[in-house]
């Protein structure tokens, strides 16, 4: 028998034969992965489908069960027309715009500084990841312990020992604390209505920021340094280098992470509720007193529904953005 007939005939018998015959690529593939997509849809797709058809019930949770009646858009319509909805989405758009310029001002910060050679490079880039490392409930109860309104918190015995302040401020308050001091006064009027809002902003975006950093300082390593060694030859400035060279080139890595933080901030829940419980509504602790607190079932998913549109809405904008960038 010729050599290559040989071969042939024996990779013919080293192939496995399941129930007889060869089933194509493709069934194979889709045999493997069915389990994996039978267990994705019954916890996710399942739960999303009854909650949807949940919210255009009135339902409640009795004893023995839940009672419901089919309603149609009531539940929609509550809320539109809800000044709480309205509210609850106007504090979580300034916590999602706020956060998300920080978090990307003070990241490709980072990230250039980061980008730059120096001793102990390596070691640095591993410690500025510890914040986002830290689980969000010793974060935020760390950050409880630093905004203790009475003088063994961390920042008003700070302020104490400074002689900035003379008694403990109640930094965690929906009035502004302490306006009257003649240091602090202007800042403390500056930020706002909502203290605690605000000072939670700062806990937030201490933990994140290190990720942001991380996601840009990527993008920064994938530009040509090239493009830099003709931008002087050419004599172009620091600023004039970030200006036409790299931000233009980070638009791509700047883009999803606009994407994957707004899709979080808008579901920001955990930070907010350990710090201040359900004092600050934003619509993620809003949608939870709707449907499990007070048992509204079918109002709750409603809400649910319109912040994942909400979502959904901007994550498409992002996403045209993002390939237009690429298009160019």
């Known amino acids: 028998m010729p050599v290559v007939g040989l071969e042939t005939s024996i990779r013919r018998k080293e192939r496995p034969v399941l129930l007889g015959r060869e089933p194509p690529a493709g069934r194979l593939a889709w045999r493997l992965v069915s389990p994996t997509l039978l267990v994705v849809f019954l916890v996710s797709l399942l739960p999303l489908v009854l909650a949807f058809a949940l919210s255009f019930t009135e339902a409640h949770v009795v004893r023995g069960g839940i009672a419901w009646r089919f309603i149609g858009l009531e539940n929609y319509r509550y809320y539109l027309g809800n000044r709480a909805f309205w509210e609850s989405l106007r504090v979580t758009a300034f916590f999602t715009v706020v956060s ?8 490709i910060g980072m990230a250039l500084i980061l980008n730059q050679p120096f001793f102990g490079r390596g070691l640095v880039r591993a410690l500025i990841l510890i914040p986002w490392a830290l689980p969000t409930v010793v974060n935020a109860r760390m950050w409880a312990w630093i905004y203790d309104g009475h003088a063994y918190g961390a920042l008003n015995g700070l302020l104490l020992a400074l002689g900035w302040i003379k008694e403990p401020l109640v930094w965690l308050s929906t009035a502004v604390p302490g306006a009257h001091v003649p240091v602090l006064g202007p800042f403390l009027k500056w930020v706002g209505d909502s203290t605690a809002l605000n000072m939670i902003l700062i806990g937030d975006t201490w933990k994140v920021t290190p990720l942001v950093a991380l996601l840009v300082l990527a993008g920064l390593q994938t530009i040509p340094r090239e493009y830099y060694e003709a931008a002087r030859v050419d004599g172009a400035t620091v600023w004039q280098q970030f200006r036409l060279i790299t931000l233009p080139l980070l638009k791509p890595v700047i883009l999803v992470v606009l994407v994957l933080r707004t899709m979080e901030l808008f579901r920001v829940f955990d930070i907010l509720y350990i710090i201040m419980a359900n004092t600050i509504k934003v619509l993620s602790i809003y949608t939870f007193e709707e449907g499990i607190v007070f048992g ?22 992002y996403i045209k953005l993002l390939y237009s960038e690429e298009v160019r």
């Open 100 to 107: 998300l310029a920080v978090e990307l001002v003070l990241g």
């Open 296 to 317: 509204h079932l079918g109002r709750g998913s409603a809400l649910s529904f319109l912040v994942g549109l909400v979502i959904l809405l901007l994550a498409f904008v």
